[in-house]
Nanobody, 126 residues
Framework: QVQLVESGGGLVHAGDSLRLSCAAS????????LAWFRQAPGKEREFVAA????????YYADSVKDRFTISRDNARNTVYLQMTSLKPEDTAVYYC???????????????????WGQGTQVTVSS
């Protein structure tokens, strides 16, 4: 029933901005944590940002803190990742994910999530 559809990726130059969107269905009735992960070729999938399911507090990876902002709309059906000051090292496939059952101590681990979007490619040229 849970479905995540991502959009907004593209090819940009270093220093540019992008906003990724994730339309989520089937989660309005429960306290779902919403998160963004990314994966570059040859690298492990890594945590980017999340909104905790009960408090709505935002958490960020150190590598994107002060550059990226995670947010959701008032209807709680779309989560965004506003990315600014993009760097070539930000190049990756970005995935939207959600979970109702994870705990705070495992929030940053991709193995804790059961629902994933299809991914959207972000490429940052130098």
């Amino acid at each position: 029933q849970v479905q995540l559809v991502e959009s907004g990726g593209g090819l940009v130059h270093a220093g540019d901005s992008l906003r990724l969107s994730c339309a989520a269905s089937g989660i309005a009735g429960g306290p779902y944590t919403l998160a963004w992960f990314r994966q570059a070729p040859g690298k492990e999938r890594e945590f980017v940002a999340a909104l905790w399911r009960t408090t709505g507090r935002a958490y960020y990876a150190d590598s994107v803190k002060d550059r990226f902002t995670i947010s959701r709309d008032n209807a709680r059906n779309t989560v965004y990742l506003q990315m600014t000051s993009l760097k070539p090292e930000d190049t990756a496939v970005y995935y939207c994910s959600t979970s109702r059952t994870l705990i705070l101590s495992t929030m940053r681990s991709p193995s804790s999530y059961h629902y994933w979007g299809q991914g959207t490619q972000v490429t940052v040229s130098s």
